[in-house]
């Protein structure tokens, strides 16, 4: 299941719960617990992204060096001095 998906379906359950007084101390416990992992799971997928992907360098100036590139190809004429 997604997780936006599985969101929905705990937020509807929780409003059941509690709509029902059938809401204990045992199900903020619960919740807490896991709110708790899946930020902890969230933080660990994003390092394992980060670490896999290399980093993009993008330098001043990039954007115009390579329109005048382009320019250049399309062109004929170069735009550097």
């Known amino acids: ?3 936006g998906q599985w969101s ?3 937020a ?4 059941k719960f509690t709509c029902a007084a059938k809401f204990t101390i045992d199900h ?10 899946f930020s902890l799971l969230s ?8 670490k896999r992907t290399p980093a993009i360098y993008s330098y001043e ?19 550097f001095v």
Do not use: D, H, P
């Open 61 to 79: 100036g990039t954007k115009e060096i390579n329109s005048l590139i382009v320019g250049r190809s399309i062109t004929g004429f170069s735009a």
């Open 8 to 10: 929905i379906r705990f």
């Open 43 to 50: 933080i660990m997928i994003q390092r394992l992204i980060r």
């Open 28 to 37: 903020s416990a619960f919740y807490f617990t896991k709110v708790l992992y």
């Open 12 to 15: 509807w359950q929780w409003i």
């Open 1 to 3: 299941m997604v997780n």
